[in-house]
């Protein structure tokens, strides 16, 4: 997905708000969320009444206000900015929140779309503000593995392909509808100059995620079915209500069927 800003040059009854125009009806109430097809609506359109135009590949929420968003992107940047500032010694000041921010694009992912499919290179690191995602890989028989779920105030990213900038062996994909704020690598790099703080949270982040990694891995190898179920409720209940069983019992890397068992007597006990 990409996120355009039109800049409409001339003036004309058709003019005050093309996307409104040329955008299917059920569309309307989304201008600044574009599609590549939706390149050719504009297209058509701009070429049936002359219009001159130039496409930016800036953040429309962000910087467009005549669409009336830019409320809504600014609580999102806020869930952002609360959750760095909630990991780091001191908090962020308005000038290091306003770099931040100019580091992030918004995207919105529909349920089933993908972040990142098999064989891409992962050039964003997404920050979920609201919705839910989920990691996997698919083997020969086409069965997905699921590696990592997440929910708000987690991060979809390949870490391998995003750092070696490598081809992804996995797909990363909505399992509900999501908002996330996208980072670069080459912006994730630039903020330690300018942002200290942004080094410490990162390196927090990195901690966690080894942690977490660690101690899964230990489940895994060493704990049977029904610990390894009592101990991901325990670390994560709210993935409990969000995600199905059969991907939940994908994670733990066992069966649908044991996982019912397991609940079964989890529930008795």
């Known amino acids: ?6 800049r409409i040059k001339t003036k004309g009854p058709h003019c005050c708000d093309p996307l409104l125009y040329c955008l299917s009806a059920e569309r309307r109430g989304q ?25 930016s590949l800036e953040d429309a929420y962000r910087k467009n206000c005549k669409f009336g968003l ?10 952002l900015i609360k959750h760095i500032n909630s990991h780091i010694a001191t908090s962020l ?26 064989g891409q290179i992962c050039k964003y690191s997404a920050f979920l503000v609201k919705g839910a995602m989920r990691q996997y890989t698919v083997d020969e028989r086409g069965v997905e593995h699921i590696i ?15 750092v070696m900038h490598t081809p992804s062996a996995y797909y990363i994909d909505a399992w509900e509808d999501t908002d996330v704020l996208l980072i670069s690598k080459a912006g994730s790099l630039s903020l330690p100059e300018q942002i200290p703080a942004w080094t410490q949270w990162t390196r927090k982040l990195d901690e966690n995620y080894v942690i977490s990694t660690q101690r899964r891995l230990n489940a895994s190898i060493s704990l049977p079915a029904e610990r390894r179920y009592i101990d991901f409720e325990d670390r994560h209940p709210e993935f409990v209500g969000r995600f199905p069983q059969h991907i939940i019992a994908s994670y733990l890397g066992i069966t649908k069927e044991t996982l019912s068992r397991v609940r079964r007597l989890s529930g008795q006990k």
């Open 93 to 118: 000041t308005a000038s290091q929140e306003e770099l931040i921010k100019d580091a992030f694009i918004h995207q919105k992912i529909r349920k089933g779309e993908f972040l990142l499919r098999e």
């Open 31 to 55: 201008v600044s969320n574009l599609f590549i097809k939706d390149l050719i609506e504009i297209s058509e359109f701009v070429s049936r009444y002359n219009i001159q135009y130039q496409i």
């Open 70 to 79: 830019t409320s809504i992107v600014n609580t999102m940047y806020d869930a």
């Open 148 to 162: 990592r779920l997440m929910i708000e105030n987690w991060w979809a990213v390949d870490r391998e392909s995003f």
């Open 1 to 6: 997905m990409i996120i355009l800003q039109i």
